[in-house]
């Protein structure tokens, strides 16, 4: 069963804008809700390592890799239990594949994720 479905991936060029978001599936919102959860979007290069860019705690207290700080904005949006991630000023090295996760209590989930390809 998909729990974490992302969407909203594409090819844009540099300077551009897009908006990621991560649908949470139900039976994960049975138990809590979605901000008593963590929720992180992570980036995989090619040939490199899963590295994580942005990052909402249960506080809501978002943390962001210094690489996407100040072009990047994750939030909750509850009307549609989604988690989102707004990337403004994209450059080529943004290119890679972005996955949500989810997690509490030693728990955790990923989504498929969805390509990002910044490129002229």
């Known amino acids: 069963q998909v729990q974490l479905v992302e969407s909203g991936g594409g090819l844009v060029q540099p300077g551009g804008s897009l908006r990621l978001s991560c649908v949470v599936s139900?039976?994960?919102?049975?138990?809590?809700?979605?901000?008593?959860?963590?929720e992180g979007w992570y980036r995989q290069a090619p040939g490199k390592q899963r590295v994580m860019v942005a990052s909402?705690?249960?506080?809501?207290?978002?943390i962001y890799d210094d690489s996407v700080e100040g072009r990047f904005t994750i939030s909750r949006e509850y009307a549609k239990n989604a988690v989102d991630l707004q990337m403004h000023s994209l450059q080529p090295e943004d290119t890679g594949v972005y996955y949500c996760?989810?997690?509490?209590?030693?728990?955790?989930?990923w989504g498929q994720g969805t390509q990002v390809t910044v490129s002229s």
């Open positions: 139900e039976n994960i919102l049975a138990e809590y809700n979605l901000d008593e959860y963590n």
């Open positions: 996760k989810l997690w509490r209590d030693g728990t955790e989930y």
């Open positions: 909402i705690s249960r506080a809501s207290i978002s």
